[in-house]
Structure formats: C-alpha cells, structure tokens
C-alpha cells in the first residue's frame, strides 16, 4: 500500500497539533511548492515559530526530521502533478487562457475525487450503510455550505427512502437532535468536523442513544471522535477558500458511494420506489 502523501499527513494530524505547529502546517498547505525549496530557518521565519517547532512539527507527521519532510513535500507535488497528466494544475491565474481555467479546475476537481477515493476505507462505508438501512429516521445536516451539501444528501436518499430529512436551521438542529432517540441517524456534514454546532448535535444525539455520521476531511477532528462512523473526503483546501467546489464535489462522491451502499443491499425496492417517484413526479412537466 503506497504511503500516504505528506500533505493527506498533515490534515489527519491537523487537532493534534499544537497551536505553534498549526501555524507551521497552516503556511505548508497554502504554500506547497514554496516549502519544498526553504530551509528550516526560513520556514520558521514565514510561520513565526521556532526551528525546534519547525523540527517537532516534522517528526510529529513520522519524518526522522525537517529534510525528509521537505523531500516528501517535494515527491508529493511531483506525483499530483503526474497524476494530472498535464502541467496545468494549481491554482487559476488572472494571465490564464479560458481553456487553461477548465484544465485546472477539472484536473482539481479530478484530484479529489481521486483523494476520496484513496481516502475512504471499506469498512467504514459498510458500517455507515448497516446504520442508515436499519435507522428510524435520518436527519441530515451541517452548516453554511457544508448544509447545501447535506439538502443535497436528504434530496438523493429521498428519492428512495421516506426517512430522510434536511434540518437546515441550527436552533431546529438542536430540538431535533434533543428529540432523537436508539435507532436514529444524523448524517452530519463538515469539512472541518470542529464547529461548534457540530460538537452540541454530536454530543446530544450521543446522549439520547442516536448515532452520528460524519463526512469530513479530518477523521481526527473533534467532531469525529463524537462520531459513530467516519466517512473522510479528499482535497485540500486553504482557509480563504472557504467552500471549495473541489471539496464540495469529493463530499458529493461521498454521497453517492453511501447511497449506493444503502440502494445495493436491496435493488428491486429501490428499482420500485424509484419507479413509484419517477410516475408521480411526471406530472410536474408539461
């Protein structure tokens, strides 16, 4: 199994830093290609903090020290670009042509569906399954755009499963998870897996006996160690981005494996409810 890369290190230790080590691997993410050119001195320098911080931030990732960080940086960015297959990935530029626009953004989008995809581990999609067939009801939920996300998740289920629903407003969030009970789900979305609302539903619904499923970048978040079941997407993605649609479509991924999941275990009710929904929804075209 190949190794993971030294950015995928970095965010699923992100909540296990120290705030100084943050700053380290906050600057590493944003300036990818920058770090694998900088000595430690500079790299401390951009971030702030201390060489001895610079040089515990590497050997926390599980690197002998700050020089094998920087070549796994650099092999890093040399094997996202060759899965590319093309020169033009990274971020858009205001001197790029149309054309070379789409190339980035698709090779982007590409690469995290591909990150997903190493991301996701079988075992966690079969147990998020075994929760969703068996549970009372599913509420699905999560914040800013992360919530457009999960609509999108009670909208797709829906159009199977009558248990689905979409809580869009966080004081609604709370009385209903404040209501749940053994047997329900919620089906939480967040890249970060650490906002606050996150941490209250998470922590009721844990109190009431209702299990959590969380899609998230960092599977060792706070959130997810309220979590019952961890489903992590791909992508990288800088605090200024603030909602990605290279994130929002590894979370869509995500979505449509689980749905696969749930849909498999039964195919000929799902074929009929579909069918069932299809002939009533006709009736809404001219």
Do not use: W
């Amino acid at each position: 199994m190949p190794e993971m890369d030294a950015f995928e290190k970095i965010s699923n230790a992100y909540y296990l830093l120290t705030t100084a080590e943050k700053k380290a691997a906050d600057y590493v993410i944003i300036h990818q290609r920058d770090t694998q050119y900088m000595s430690i001195s500079e790299l401390a320098e951009a971030c702030g903090v201390a060489e001895a911080t610079i040089s515990r931030f590497a050997k926390r990732l599980g690197y002998k020290g700050y020089n094998a960080f920087k070549l796994a940086v650099a092999n890093s960015i040399a094997s996202r670009a060759t899965a590319a297959g093309s020169p033009l990935s990274g971020e858009v530029l205001a001197e790029d042509s149309v054309s070379d626009m789409c190339q980035k953004l698709f090779a982007a989008e590409v690469d995290a569906m591909e990150q997903t995809l190493g991301l996701l581990r079988p075992e966690a999609v079969t147990a998020a399954g075994d929760l969703l067939v068996n549970a009372r009801k599913v509420l699905c939920m999560g914040q800013g755009g992360s919530m457009v996300i999960a609509e999108e998740a009670a909208h797709l289920f829906s159009t199977v499963f009558g248990k689905y629903f979409a809580i869009c407003d966080s004081h609604m969030q709370t009385i209903a998870a404040a209501q749940m009970g053994p047997g329900d789900v919620i089906l939480y979305i967040s890249y970060s897996g650490a906002t606050r609302d996150l941490l209250e539903i998470a922590q009721l619904a844990r109190e009431r006996g209702a299990d959590v499923i969380l899609i998230s970048r960092f599977p060792k978040s706070p959130g997810a160690a309220l979590a019952s079941v961890v489903l992590q997407c791909g992508t990288n993605e800088s605090p200024l981005q603030m909602g990605s649609v290279a994130a929002r479509v590894a979370m869509i991924f995500v979505l449509d494996v689980l749905f696969s999941e749930v849909c498999r275990r039964d195919l000929e009710t799902c074929r009929s409810r579909r069918h069932q929904v299809a002939d009533a929804l006709s009736e809404k075209h001219v």
